[in-house]
Each structure stands twice: as structure tokens, then as C-alpha cells.
């Protein structure tokens, strides 16, 4: 039995299951760059001159970097594997194959779109958040992480939102018989 590349919407369930597999292998990326940035970011066993909040604005820009690193480093992974008609392990696994809206291979510039469009959610949900937090209600902006994903139950094609934004379909692997 060959796969071939199939043109079935793949459902929501399919989906969401590649997508929290994708979390799990990410988590593992991350921690092994966070692995390997440790030094950078943890202070060292003494303070040069004695003077702590120098190096603690030193330490904090290290951590930002850090952080920055780690965001691109994701988003290497995801684009990389997102364009070309390449997979990542999870779609592999699902049998998903990432298309854009005409059925080509995605391009580079729509996966890393659609790694962008991955962090609406929680971009807003960190406003969201900043914004309530003084009234007491910032467990509130929690609801917005799982907007990217809610999006496909009032979208007509139950697309998620970063598919929508990015111009993009998750497509299952048909399998031929033979």
C-alpha cells in the first residue's frame, strides 16, 4: 500500500489531535534550546562590582534574546517543515499533508504566515490579560488561547484561523489500494 497525497479536509478531530502531538514535540525542541541558552541567562557566582542592578538589566535583555531565540527557532521548525510538501512527525503520524488553498505545496512565505497566525490567540489573550489583570479579571482572557482553534466552529469551511489568515488547508493522506 502506497500513500498518496489526498484532497479530503482532514476533520476537526484529526486536527486537533496532530496539534496537541505538535505541542508535545515542540515542548521537547524548546527544551533543548532552552538546554543549550541556559548559560546566557543565569547569572554567574559573582557580580562584577558589586553592582546587582546592572547585572540584572544584563541578565533580563539575555533572557528577551532568549526568548526571541526560542520564537524563532519555533518558527524555523514550522516553516521548514510546513512548505515545500514536507511534514512534520505529528502530520506524518495523522496522515495530514499541509496544502495551500489551490492544492500546491505550501511556500515559505504562507508557512511562516501561518506560524504568525498561530500566535493571535495568545498575543491576545497576553493583552487581554494585561488589560483585565487591574480589575481583577485576567483568569478571564484565558478563553482567547483557544480562539485559533474555536475559529473553526463558525468558520464555513472549518478551517482553523491560522489556515484562514494563511491561505492554507489540512488535507489526509488518501491510501491507494493495490
Not at 6 to 25: D, F, I, K, N, Q
Not at 80 to 107: E, F, Q
Amino acid at each position: 500500500m502506497t500513500g498518496a497525497q489526498g484532497t479530503e479536509p482532514a476533520g476537526l478531530a484529526r486536527r486537533l489531535s496532530a496539534t496537541v502531538y505538535e505541542a508535545l514535540v515542540l515542548t521537547a525542541l524548546l527544551l533543548a534550546v532552552g538546554f543549550l541558552l541556559l548559560p546566557l541567562v543565569t547569572p554567574g557566582p559573582d557580580v562584577p562590582g558589586g553592582n546587582l542592578q546592572s547585572h540584572y538589566l544584563m541578565s533580563s535583555r539575555s533572557r528577551a534574546w532568549s526568548g526571541v531565540a526560542l520564537f524563532a527557532v519555533c518558527g524555523a521548525y514550522c516553516a521548514g517543515l510546513w512548505s515545500g510538501g514536507r511534514r512534520t512527525l505529528p502530520m506524518k503520524t495523522w496522515r495530514l499533508w499541509l496544502r495551500a488553498s489551490d492544492g500546491r505545496n505550501v511556500a515559505a512565505s504562507a508557512a511562516i504566515a501561518r506560524y504568525l497566525a498561530c500566535w493571535v490567540g495568545p498575543a491576545l489573550a497576553l493583552g487581554a490579560y494585561a488589560a483585565l489583570y487591574p480589575f481583577g479579571h485576567g483568569r478571564w482572557a484565558l478563553a482567547l488561547l483557544a480562539l485559533n482553534y474555536a475559529w473553526a466552529l463558525v468558520d464555513r469551511d472549518r478551517q482553523f484561523l491560522q489556515d484562514r489568515i494563511a491561505g492554507t488547508r489540512l488535507l489526509v493522506e488518501t491510501r491507494e489500494r493495490g
